[in-house]
């Protein structure tokens, strides 16, 4: 609900106490699914908020939970017919996933949702903070699609 990270920056920019109510309205929202709100002092029109796990070693679902973060916020936008999307790089600041483990599994949900989708046309972005998360995506990026 705002208080740290990209969560927290998105909250500040957007005007946290419309945000704020907005979520509490909705109730709230359970690891590796997303919810809507609007976009508010954004230029965005709308806000999806995904909840990724937190890394416990790989032994409590985190790369099903992470996969399915990513799947259900394309959904949502699909489903409010948005065309484009930006993604942080999920879990992997302050929730610790491991950064190459948190990018297969953004690019394998992000594929996916693309080939079930054939004829909706979305842009995804991932707006990441730092040349070494951008470097360990274009890595892993590589790695999958050129083998």
Same mark, same amino acid.
């Given at each position: 609900? *705002? =208080?740290? +990270? $990209?969560? +927290?920056?998105? #909250? =500040?920019? @957007? +005007? /946290? /106490?419309?945000?704020? &109510? @907005?979520c509490s309205a909705i *109730? +709230?929202?359970k690891t590796g699914n997303a919810v809507i709100t609007p976009g508010f002092k954004l230029s965005a029109k709308y806000i999806i908020h995904a909840v990724g796990p $937190?890394? /416990? *070693?790989g032994t409590q679902n985190e790369p099903k939970l992470l996969y399915s973060a990513y799947k259900q916020s394309l959904l949502l936008a699909k489903e409010y017919?948005?065309?484009s999307i930006g993604f942080p790089l999920i879990s992997a600041g302050i929730f610790g996933y491991p950064k190459e483990r948190a990018w297969r599994k953004a690019i394998q949900a992000c594929n996916d949702f $693309?080939?079930?989708n054939?004829?909706?046309? !979305?842009? !995804? !972005? #991932?707006? $990441?903070?730092?040349?070494?998360? &951008?470097?360990i995506g274009e890595k892993t990026i590589t790695e999958i699609y050129n083998k």
């Open positions: 609900m *705002g =208080r740290c +990270g $990209v969560c +927290g920056a998105i #909250f =500040r920019e @957007a +005007g /946290s /106490s419309e945000l704020t &109510k @907005a *109730g +709230g929202c $937190v890394w /416990s *070693g017919d948005c065309h $693309v080939n079930d054939p004829d909706y046309q !979305i842009d !995804i !972005i #991932f707006a $990441v903070l730092d040349d070494e998360i &951008k470097a």
